[in-house]
Nanobody, 126 residues
Framework: VQLQAFGGGLVQLGGSLRLACAAS????????VSWFRQAPGKEREFVAA????????NYRSSVQGRFTISRDNAKNTVYLQMNNLKPEDTAIYYC????????????????????WGQGTLVTVSS
């Protein structure tokens, strides 16, 4: 399985970006896909997740209401729409996937994921 994340860039405070994660899998609906991020000097943190068929999603509290994760299983792609961006959203964003069955307490744990994309940089200027 290979993941490719793209769509990052430089945006001003309050702006929007849409990240995409393209997966080289036969059936994306068999995989949970999540976004994580890592800011300079900080640990990696969970951002958003979509369960295997995409009907259930989960977000970290600081992005709830601003970010939306979605998936197009026909295109094997997961998206992260980011609105009202803030400087604290500046980070490298990674998508990750696993065929495991997650529960709420595990889907936020990056160590549970088998495959990672290369990351895409998001910079929010004030």
């Amino acid at each position: 399985v290979q993941l490719q994340a793209f769509g990052g860039g430089l945006v001003q405070l309050g702006g929007s970006l849409r990240l995409a994660c393209a997966a080289s899998v036969r059936t994306l609906s068999n995989y949970a896909v999540s976004w994580f991020r890592q800011a300079p000097g900080k640990e990696r943190e969970f951002v958003a997740a979509t369960w295997r068929r995409g009907s259930t999603t989960n977000y970290r509290s600081s992005v709830q209401g601003r970010f939306t994760i979605s998936r197009d299983n026909a295109k094997n792609t997961v998206y992260l729409q980011m609105n009202n961006l803030k400087p604290e959203d500046t980070a490298i964003y990674y998508c990750a996937t696993s065929a495991d069955r997650f529960i709420l307490s595990t889907i936020r744990d990056g160590n549970k994921y088998d495959y990672w994309g290369q990351g895409t940089l998001v910079t929010v200027s004030s």
